[in-house]
């Protein structure tokens, strides 16, 4: 799998501009995405959150939760959050929590997930991974699940570079992302994540976005995006011009 070009200006790498491609592009998210909430891994996460926050800036278990949640709320990361008030080293941050998670006891292979995947006309689309973790988290999920052959690269929150942090919802992350899979045309974008804010943000930037939410989640009160489903398996009807015909 390709890594993401670093566009966005912090960084001085020379990684050269992706090929541009007439195909269209379907971004997918990762985490609670490409494996179900009932993982708990955002729980196992937070856990390891709260204990790096009371590790690292002496407080107290409540107020270590406090911050973790504001930081979530305000920033949609909470490393965000740390490094911006409080100067943590976000590579340091990614090792302690995300790299830290036992995903090979949670994450295995899903066949049906990969035979959805591999269902995609990959003649027609082009497949990306578009994830507000860094790459080391992302690459490990997929591989985890047996399907990180199917996809040509990967958009991911760069912890690496020196300054803020650029994540999704931020238009300028979707619009990163449209440069490293080499996509100039909204209209060609397709994307899917479990968050409201990252779908409603994907949409208002021109991209045609489903919401996944999960039975056991709770929704929104109208959908944001231009669809809302339930499982993975809906992309087949919703984005049915994606696939090859059965
Ligand atoms: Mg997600």
């Not at 992302?138 to 990180?148: A, D, H, N, S």
């Not at 339930?230 to 059965?246: G, M, N, Q």
Request: glycine fraction near 4%; include cysteine.
């Amino acid at each position: 799998m390709a890594a993401s070009t670093h566009l966005n200006g912090a960084t001085t790498t020379t990684s050269p501009l992706a090929t541009p491609t007439q195909k269209s592009v379907f971004f997918f998210d990762i985490d609670n995405c490409l494996y179900p909430k009932s993982y708990k891994i955002h729980d196992r996460m937070s856990l390891l959150i709260d204990k790096y926050f009371q590790e690292n800036l002496s407080v107290t278990p409540e107020e270590a939760t406090k911050l973790h949640q504001r930081y979530y709320k305000d920033y949609g990361l909470a490393i965000e959050g740390l490094v911006r008030h409080h100067k943590v080293d976000p590579m340091e941050y990614n090792e302690k929590v995300d790299d830290a998670l036992p995903l090979d006891e949670i994450i295995k292979p899903n066949p049906k997930l990969r035979k959805l995947i591999q269902d995609i006309d990959r003649e027609q689309v082009k497949l990306w991974l578009f994830t507000n973790a860094y790459k080391t988290h992302g690459e490990r999920v997929v591989k985890l699940l047996g399907i990180e052959h199917l996809f040509e690269g990967m958009t991911y929150c760069d912890y690496a570079a020196e300054t803020n942090l650029l994540c999704k919802p931020r238009p300028e992350m979707y619009a990163k992302a449209m440069r490293d899979a080499g996509v100039e045309d909204v209209e060609r974008c397709y994307f899917v994540d479990d968050s409201g804010l990252n779908a409603k943000a994907a949409k208002a930037f021109g991209w045609k976005a489903a919401h996944l939410v999960e039975p056991m989640s709770q929704g929104p009160e109208a959908p944001v995006a231009d669809f809302q489903i339930a499982d993975l398996e809906e992309l087949r009807t919703v984005f049915a011009e994606l696939f090859k015909p059965s």
